[in-house]
């Protein structure tokens, strides 16, 4: 699959001119999203406790939701992977490609949107998380991303959760 057998690229951060703080937590985050691996024989995720520590911010009174979560989340990046560049790819698209169950997981408890689109020249249309995760043989978690999906959109259109 293509998560196992070929490590992808490092995300070029040089090619954006925006340096924030922001920037870098977005880049941060997405570049652990991508290198994610089974946990090591001790039980420890680098990966993860960036990712925790990127989401979740520890202060003094303990641990706080980051400031830019939602942009964190929402927000999206393009991604060149053996000369094909995918637009609009968000942190969970990431996870997805890579086969990452456990980052994917607690980017949804964070909210990450499952129904999110990224494009590349063989999505025009868009496609979701789980169609990544789905294509790189990935099917547990794309089963895991599809189950998401439902639930967003039940959630989304329960009678109970709309404000007019």
Sequence with gaps: SMGS???????DQRTNEDNSALMR????LFQACLDARTAAA???WPELQLLNSTLLQQSPEGYAIHPHREELLQGTIDY????VTMRNMTALH??????HVTVANLLLQHGASPSA????SQHSQGARPALYAREA???????LLENAEVAEHETRS????WHP
């Design 158 to 161: 329960a009678p109970f959760a």
């Design 42 to 44: 001790d039980g420890s």
């Design 117 to 120: 689109l990224a494009y590349d």
């Design 5 to 11: 057998t070929q490590p992808f690229a490092r995300i």
């Design 94 to 99: 990431m996870a997805a490609c890579g086969g």
């Design 25 to 28: 937590a977005k880049f941060q």
């Design 80 to 83: 060149t992977h053996r000369g």
């Design 137 to 143: 043989g990935h099917l547990d978690l794309a089963r």
